[in-house]
């Protein structure tokens, strides 16, 4: 059977639905996003080969000092490469705790995200209701694996959007 892109993404998201991953990834995925986008200047991120990804630029909600994460992301709106908003999905691979990122968000909601090179304000916002849930279909449609990893834990998985200010 030939190898096709669609094949290669099933692979992916079998494998990113496994806790061994869930384990593993959050220690070696951040750390290479990070070394190679900052080799590229910004202008790669090595698993938004993948899935769409940005660099999120927050203060820390205790500290206040920069806190800057590689995260997937779901682009919105016209094209869905515009960059004019996009969904942010704390789910922290299936992990029990909200990432860091999400605690810095809802302390500091106004932050930065390079998206493809280009540095942008953005302010987020934590969905909940029926905007919450129109944005979890649209999330499970893009990425299937993080119904897994909703179903492995108890804490309900936090959303943003975050648009350009």
């Known amino acids: ?73 779901m682009p919105e709106g016209e094209g869905k490469g515009s960059g004019g908003s996009w969904l942010l999905i704390g789910s922290n691979f299936g992990r029990t705790g909200h990432p860091a990122w999400t605690a810095n968000l809802l302390a500091h909601p106004d932050a930065e995200v390079s998206w493809k090179g280009e540095d942008i304000p953005v302010t987020a916002r934590l969905l909940a209701g029926e905007e919450r849930d129109a944005a979890w279909k649209a999330l499970l449609a893009f990425w299937p694996p993080y119904a897994t990893y909703q179903a492995r834990i108890e804490r309900e998985i936090r959303i943003f959007r975050i648009v350009r200010r």
């Open 1 to 73: 059977m030939p190898v096709t892109a669609a094949r290669v993404v099933k692979a992916v998201q079998k494998v990113s639905s496994a806790p061994a991953f869930a384990r593993i990834a959050p220690h070696v995925v951040p750390a290479l996003d990070r070394a190679v986008h900052r080799l590229t200047r910004g202008k790669v991120l090595l698993s938004a080969q993948l899935l769409p990804g940005v660099v999120l630029t927050v203060r820390g909600a205790k500290s206040g000092q920069p806190r800057r994460t590689p995260l997937a992301c």
